[in-house]
């Protein structure tokens, strides 16, 4: 006997077809802006905020105008999130260098080693939130950007002061300023790596980047580590010396747009 209100031999209807609607509708949704996005990077980066206009990402997209207003509200807001994009895309990256189980040192290390890893899968994304101010107008262009990009990089930094204090608390690093430290730190990776993207002579390949920022690495730690962590003949325990081996950095298989 059939419930009451259904017509005995009438074709069942799911009770989660709403949710399987709504479920293709997230998905579609999902697909129109992976398009923008994957329109977007490569047409902010080469031509800048300026030189683009709405009408070519959605051309490049495949979309509507009407489609970017809808999903974006803006030119701006679609910049915004994709700054936001490539934010998340990095911190999944540096969450790997800060696990307990790594010392101290090796956190300190692996840090510059998946901020590199980041770069090198996702140039395009590296050089957005690296140098978003290339094709800025005036003081105040793109402030809506700027701020937050800002406040992710200074908790970025003060991430990595906060490994540095707790090892000049510790006695496992000598007592320096652990955010001057950081902010050098975190400078002097960012130039080494933005001489991979050089047109000139001045170009690092991919192997003598790894090879300059590993030298780095090492005159850094020399400068940083206390007596705490040297052998007695002077160098530096592995603890500290090494990164850890799971952050070995991958072969790039191409340069340009992040896939």
Do not use: C
């Not at 709405?54 to 207003?69: C, K, N």
């Not at 509200?73 to 895309?89: F, M, N, Q, T, W």
């Not at 800060?98 to 040192?105: A, D, E, N, V």
């Not at 998946?114 to 395009?124: K, V």
């Amino acid at each position: 006997m059939p419930p009451d209100g259904v017509i005995e031999g009438a074709p069942a209807v799911a009770k989660d077809g709403s949710e399987a609607l709504a479920s293709r509708s997230e998905r579609r949704k999902a697909r129109t802006l992976n398009a923008i996005f994957d329109a977007a990077e490569p047409r902010f980066l080469e031509h800048g905020f300026h030189g683009t206009t709405v009408e070519e990402l959605a051309h490049a997209a495949d979309v509507s105008v009407g489609s970017i207003y809808v999903h974006f509200g803006s030119k701006e807001g679609l910049y915004l999130a994709l700054i936001e994009r490539a934010l998340d895309v990095q911190e999944r990256y540096m969450e790997e260098a800060f696990k307990p189980t790594f010392s101290l040192g090796q956190q300190l290390f692996a840090a510059g080693w998946a901020y590199l890893r980041f770069y090198l899968d996702h140039p395009g994304y590296f050089r957005i939130l690296a140098f978003p101010h290339v094709d800025a107008r005036g003081a105040d262009d793109r402030s809506f950007a700027t701020q937050r990009l800002a406040e992710r990089a200074e908790a970025g930094v003060r991430r990595v002061a906060s490994i540095i204090e707790l090892g000049v608390k510790t006695g496992v690093a000598r007592p320096v300023d652990p955010f001057r430290a950081a902010k050098f730190m975190w400078g002097a990776w960012t130039g080494v790596i933005a001489l991979n993207m050089r047109p000139d002579r001045l170009r690092l390949d991919d192997e003598e980047l790894r090879a300059v920022l590993a030298e780095g690495r090492r005159i850094v730690a020399e400068g940083i580590a206390s007596m705490a962590l040297r052998r007695p003949d002077g160098t530096l325990r592995p603890e500290f010396d090494l990164a850890p081996p799971d952050l070995d950095i991958p072969e790039r298989t191409s340069k340009g747009a992040t896939p």
